[in-house]
């Protein structure tokens, strides 16, 4: 998911670097904004402890999935015995692109062949997904409400604007409308485990990023015409998953009640959101795909869509790191909580919290300033600094070209004085949109001692 907001799979080298310069023998990470959870993924493929959370639960999916797999899928009641070799071919042909592309980050000792291999059923499922997909002609939730062809994708907007959403080519909006229902149905019906539903989703979720009909984000879609990248034919591909790798421990949860939960780390990286853009609301829409399959009543989720978006207004999460007057005040506790010897946060100095609006032509040191101040506080740590990025590529390797992107990007490194205590019947509280749509047993919170094992003393709220 390259196009997610604040994606820093381009620095993971330069992070892993500063861990390696200044906490040596580090193999514990946490990861409480994980959204794409590409750092949590490039640390497990290293061979680390990890643990990663966030309030999407299209995060949680794929971190189910890039996180919680310790062995090969097997799918032994829904793969077909009769393989559709040129259909195999071409998944292998493409995990081996994915391997080539990706692997020296998330899969550093396996080769293409080793991870068909291990993959090679999550393969054959995926092709028979296709096949429903490219067959399917009966409209469902994804046609009718987010397409122009959709007799419920009709909106207004608040300056009178009127239309009709725009999402998905009616081709792939019919496709992905097969593969949920089938994905869906194969769930209810007790044919898929726990593991499997997750790495099927995580493949149309990832998809779904490539040829939606969006500029990146779900907070809106080209009303005038379809892309080029959205006339692209659906085509589902093998997630690039390990099956070797300690499993982590995952939450979708709220970063600051979570951090109390969590086991101890060697290191807690934090990427906090640093503007206003809510993103639950940006990707409403990956959100309801990786609830389609556990939804008690798809109906009754869809018949509340508004806005021109088409987010139901009960399915949302403020975060208050999207306030600036709330963002320091919640980063502290956030830290206080966590069970950490390090705290690593990354900062990008560009147009964020304190100077998004600002008149001026370049960005201003303020946020910068505060978040200096709120590390050199000795209450909370006994040794800090803030590094440019700069610096870091410098001091550890040259990479020519790259400069200009790491202007603004600093990492603030805090030696942690004081944790809390931990008591043993701590838990995490659901997200008030789980509960309210009866998802607190798949998206909750699932420890390290394997991906089946659910934590069950999870607190009701309303």
Known sequence: MEKYLGNKSS?????EG???SRIPTANRISDVFAGTNNVSRYFRGRGWTTAACDVNRFSYV???????TDEPPIFSAVRTRR???FRMRHMQHELARSVARFGHAYLPNVSAAEAFVDLSALANVLVRLQLIGESNTSSGVITDCFTQWGSRSKYESQRGAKGA???????NALFLDGVLATIRKWWADGQLTRNEVFLLMTAVLEEVVITANVNGTFHDFNRDRIWPNAEQNFQLRVPLVSCSQP???IANADAVDVARVFARHDIAYLDPPYNFRQYSAYYHFLNFVAAYPFLSDVEAYVSGLS???GQHPEDDFASDFCYRRKFVTSLRRLIENIDADHVVLSYYGGRNHWNHWASVDE???EGLEELRTLFDDSDLFSHSEVVPALEIRKNYQSRVGEQKGLVNEYLFHGVRRNRIARANSECVSPLVTNSRWGLVDKFVHTTAAGNDEVDQGVRATG
């Open 11 to 15: 620095l993971l080298p330069l992070i």
């Open 18 to 20: 500063f861990f390696k």
């Open 62 to 68: 794929l971190a189910q999935a890039y996180l919680g």
């Open 83 to 85: 393989v559709n070799a």
């Open 165 to 171: 959403r725009n999402y998905f080519s009616r081709q």
């Open 247 to 249: 499993v982590g421990e």
């Open 307 to 309: 806005h021109v978006r």
């Open 363 to 365: 960005p201003t040191d």
